[in-house]
């Protein structure tokens, strides 16, 4: 039976959320929620889009991922043990004293995490000087900005994106997490970001937004974006609607999101449920 690319990308999902599960058991809590809402975008992103060498996170001619958003470390962490950068095994260590992975990105411990992000709106800032820098190197690799919906709060992310569209930085894509979610309450509550598309354009960025828990959606969207790449050009924005907790019905119906507790007796609970609505998926 021969798997197809969207089928390939979804298998890669669920095993990424189970590590986020296993991940998350290890501490009894974290960002959890993001984590599995945004499985299906990292994992078209590592299994379908990205250049990497996995044994080699420093090889000079990958593609760049920024995670801006550093709480949600644990996703990438997923992500890279798929990929085959950190093992699966290492997982079991997340969030402990001595570790490779804790709960933030930190770039100066861990394998294939390029920036160590967590202040909010400097990771646009720091892929569009990346973004250039390879440029004025005459190297042609792949850019790509992950972000939250709640740094478009931040006037940087906005004074970024204006920066990327003035020098043509048609190598660089950003993903952005539109969770509805920020710390402090929803995020139409917190500051309207809306019409988010709408800005973009006006910035100056080729704009898509799709639904980030569909597959298939998401890989049209990066296809899109690849097609328009080149080393002067438009930058690409895929803005992607997401759900906390995706794929474990009991955390998608949490009031308290943003950092999830789960109760002991819970988690084999969300893994069942996770694989119920794989197989039922098949």
Known sequence: MTTTRAEKVRDAAYRMRHHILDMGEVQGQG???????????????YADQLRFRADDPHWPDRDRFLLSTGHY?????????????????????YGS??????????????????ISGGSLGHGLTVAVGMALG???????????????????????????????AHHQLGLLTAMVDMNALQADG????????????????????????????????????????AERARPVGQPSVI??????????????????????????DEWQLCRDQLTEGHEGAR
């Open 97 to 114: 004293d001595g570790s490779r992975l804790p709960m933030s990105g930190m770039a100066s411990y861990t394998p294939g995490m390029e």
């Open 134 to 164: 390879l440029r004025l190197k005459g190297r042609h690799q792949r850019v790509f900005n992950f972000l939250s919906d709640g740094e478009l709060d931040e006037g940087s992310t906005w004074e970024a994106a204006m920066g990327a």
């Open 239 to 264: 803005l992607c609607d997401t759900r906390i907790g995706r794929g474990v019905p009991l955390l998608e119906t949490r009031e308290k999101a943003h950092f999830m507790r789960i109760d002991e």
């Open 31 to 45: 960002y959890v929620g993001q984590a599995l809402g945004v499985a299906d975008l990292l994992a078209v992103t």
């Open 186 to 225: 929803p995020t139409k509550g917190v500051l309207g970001i809306e019409p988010a598309e709408e800005k973009w354009e006006a910035a100056g960025w080729f704009t898509q937004r799709v639904d980030g828990n569909d597959i298939d959606a998401l890989l049209a969207a990066f296809d899109a974006a």
């Open 73 to 93: 470390a644990i996703a990438l962490y997923a992500a890279l043990a798929e990929a085959g950068t950190v093992p699966v095994s290492e997982l079991e260590t």
